[in-house]
């Protein structure tokens, strides 16, 4: 094989070594802005609206607005919102019936702790939030945190709240509160899974006893609460049966290593891949292509729902977009453009922990610091419940980021037997579309600090950069 034709993957160096100065200069900066959108972005719905911000400032305009102006001129620079937690953006030329679309779709909801419908209880005078998991998670890994309470209430007069307490220093927190070491009870004997029961994930919510001399009112506690919640929100307690609310790390993205190449903190899997392609999209004002970017929902409870992949957004958008310009047969070019179109379905990958390296294939998966990763496939045991992207499209894919220099790596999925997941990817395959997984590698993935490096966040931005062009 000639030495230009030599894949980046088969040279076997961390992606650091590959850039100089200069570009590794600029890996340093893109991880700041990162950082940044990630500490004001912890849930879906101010994902969402920072994203549309971001696209009105680069000339995108609502579909609502396009649609009421009657004028479609090309680029169209279009998004759409969908429901305030889910979102798409186009940039579309003349040909893109004949051309088909680039798409990259990423999810933007992540693990965490949800309030349940219910919640408020009192127990030893103390006031507690009762919870649901949302997602995935090792349940152990979300006490004794500094935890901050985020999302949407709809109080009995018709407002909506925004929700936000425990980000700013000057703020509460909360927390789950564990067993402490002198006690051996029986929590002590628990399997890592059951170190935490979903049922004992409870909220601490207040200490204080309300002032208020009411003797109906048996927990005083919860009530100083609820009065809490009516002073800085208006809300009674009914108003918390409806609401979207939402316990997440407390605490802020921040370097890590002494070298500062990775970055400890709250919701990569997989907000790093919507901000990456967002930064894409936002980088190629000017392109022959027409492309897509898709921020889901719900991706880490299945895809459901009106907001998840599975439902009918994903083709709607496009519906709307072929009667935007009058497409004489709107059914047809529908599936016509769907078919025609290819997919970076964009998820974070499993990187190897050293610490349990025989959980993996340690001579196939994916390491910190090599590049982004492209997975053919994802699933559990023998590829179940997986969508495999074909060879000649992986080909293309891989062909074209060897072409730009970008370094990235073969996915992987743990040892065969162990592993088990999945990604937007089969939902979208259904369209009859080609669809690949490429997405940087995390470590400590659905915990409240999960690990990514720098340098395969740069290679991810530059691989879907790349992909939107093509
Ligand atoms: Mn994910
Ligand atoms: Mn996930």
New binding site residues.
């Given amino acids: 094989m000639a030495k230009s034709e030599k894949s980046l993957f088969l040279e076997q160096k961390t992606a650091w070594e590959r850039w100089n100065d200069k570009e590794v200069k600029m890996v340093f900066s893109f991880a700041d802005e990162y950082r940044e959108f990630l500490n004001t972005n912890k849930t879906e719905y101010e994902f969402t609206e920072s994203t549309i911000r971001e696209l009105e400032k680069n000339g995108y305009r609502s579909y609502e607005k396009v649609a009421s102006s009657g004028k479609v001129a090309f680029p169209l620079k279009i998004y759409f919102n969908n429901r305030g937690v889910c979102v798409s953006a186009f940039q579309l030329q003349k040909d893109f019936r004949e051309r088909g679309l680039n798409l990259i779709l990423s999810h933007i909801d ?2 965490r702790i949800d309030m349940r419908q219910n919640p408020l209880r009192e127990d030893f005078s103390l006031a507690f939030f009762k919870t649901i998991y949302y ?2 998670i090792r349940r152990y890994q979300w006490a004794n945190i500094p935890l901050a309470l985020h999302g949407v209430i709809c109080t009995k007069g018709g407002k909506t709240v925004k929700v936000s307490i425990g980000e700013k220093e000057s703020e509460p927190v909360f927390m789950i509160c564990d067993l402490l070491p002198h006690i051996k009870g029986s929590q002590t004997e628990r399997k890592a899974a059951d170190v935490f029961k979903g049922e004992e994930l409870d909220v601490t919510a207040g200490s204080i006893p309300s002032s208020v001399k009411d003797d109906k009112v048996k927990d005083r506690v919860k009530a100083k609460v609820l009065e809490l919640l009516h002073e800085k929100y208006g809300l009674v307690e009914q108003d918390l049966f409806t609401a979207d609310l939402q316990f997440v790390p407390a605490w802020p993205v921040r370097d890590m290593g002494l070298d500062r190449g990775l970055l400890a903190g709250y919701g990569h ?2 907000r790093i891949c919507a901000y990456t392609s967002l930064r894409a999209l936002l980088d190629t004002p000017r392109s022959k292509s027409s492309f897509g970017v898709y921020f889901m929902d719900k ?2 409870i299945g895809s459901t729902g009106a907001t998840g992949a599975q439902s009918r957004f994903v083709e709607n958008c496009i519906v709307r977009i072929l009667n935007l310009v009058k497409s004489p047969d709107p059914e047809f070019h529908r599936v016509d453009l769907l078919e025609k179109s290819r997919a970076i379905s964009a ?2 990958g499993i990187a190897i922990t050293p610490i349990f390296a025989d959980s993996f294939d340690t001579k196939g998966d994916p390491k910190l610091g090599f590049g982004t990763i492209v997975s053919k496939f994802v699933g559990g045991g023998g590829k179940s419940g997986s969508h495999e992207a074909r060879a000649p499209f992986a080909g293309m894919v891989t062909r074209l980021f060897d072409e730009k220099k970008i370094p990235w790596q073969v996915g992987g999925f743990g040892k065969v037997d162990l592993a088990g ?1 999945g990604t937007v990817a089969k939902f979208i395959a259904q369209y009859n579309m080609d669809i690949i997984d490429i997405g940087p590698g995390v470590v400590s ?2 915990s409240p600090c999960e690990v990514i490096s720098k340098a395969d966040l740069y290679s991810t931005y530059l691989a879907y950069h790349a992909f939107l062009g093509c």
């Fill in positions: 992540a693990p997602g995935g899997d997989d991706e880490e998820d974070v997941g993935m659905h």
